[in-house]
Every structure is written in C-alpha cells, then in structure tokens.
C-alpha cells in the first residue's frame, strides 16, 4: 500500500490480503501467508499498515437473529427535510440505536434514507413518532416495512488475478 497525497492505492497483494480476510478473517498470518504464498511477517505489516489507515476498519461475526430466535422488523424510513436541515436530521438518526444505516439523497428533494431495525410494529412506530418527526426540518416521512429479503450482501473486493496466486 501507497500513501500519496492523501489518497490510498493498493496494490495486488494487499487486495489478495483483504479478499482472502472477506471470506475468513479468523486465518493466522501464518495461514494466509502459506494461502498467498507469501511470508507471515510481510502479511502481518501489510494488515497492520492498512487497520492503520482504516482500510480494514473492524473484525465482526455476522450474526442471523433469525436463527437465534430474534424476530425484529426493518423498515426503510423516508425523511423529507428541508434543505438547510438535511445533514443535521442525518446526523441525529445515524445516533439512534434503531438506526443501522443512514443515506442522504437528491432527487427532486433532499431526503434521507434510514434503515430501522425495531422489535414490532408498535415499536417502530413510537421510534417514528417521537425520535424523527421532531427533529427540527421534518417536513414529511414515509415508511415501508420490509416484507421479504431478497438479497443482502456486503462490499468484498474482487481480484480477478485471484486465480493466478491463490
């Protein structure tokens, strides 16, 4: 990894490095050196350097409610604010424990886009209520409760000379 003008660039190894951690971030340095074909001291500094400048940003299980009794509602929360208060509505949901994501938008207004977790509907609809229509600069919400999910998937790094190393 290169480092100029504050701008990162990876090079193929460190991309080897994080696609092989995407699909298994509990391998030793030892391992994924011996899968890289690489030594596990040169693994190691290159994690190091890019948790250092917040490439790899954290280590987490992902974990399926479902499966472990959890049932919970998402719901996607439209806000229409005005303007001048978009960035600070966005700002104050992405605080709320509900809120797992929080995108702002343009399209023919400024809206933002907040994906809610809540355990029932009677809970999403007091979060509504009393944590985003008060917020100053609400000017209308929508909400859609998600019915099924089709897919979910997270960003991963391709390496299409994946096949040349591994």
Do not use: C
């Not at 938008?105 to 977790?117: G, N, Q």
């Not at 999403?124 to 209520?129: E, G, K, Q, V, Y």
């Amino acid at each position: 990894m290169r480092v100029k003008n504050n701008a990162l660039f990876l090079d193929d190894v460190d991309l080897w490095i994080l696609q092989a951690l995407q699909k298994d971030s509990r391998q030793t340095y030892t391992a994924l050196g011996e899968r890289l074909h690489l030594a596990h001291s040169t693994v190691y500094d290159r994690i190091k350097k890019m948790e250092e400048h917040e490439v790899i940003r954290n280590y987490t299980a992902l974990v399926n409610a479902e499966k472990i009794g959890i049932r919970m509602i998402t719901a996607l929360v439209t806000v229409y604010a005005e303007p001048k208060e978009t960035e600070e509505v966005a700002k104050k949901l992405a605080e709320s424990a509900e809120v797992l994501e929080v995108y702002t938008a343009l399209s023919e207004e400024f809206l933002i886009i907040a994906k809610v977790l809540a355990t029932n509907q009677e809970s999403l609809h007091d979060f509504i209520a009393n944590s985003v229509a008060p917020l100053r600069g609400v000017l209308k919400i929508r909400t859609s409760i998600v019915t099924k999910k089709v897919k979910e998937v997270f960003f991963s790094i391709k390496n299409d000379s994946e096949a040349a190393r591994l």
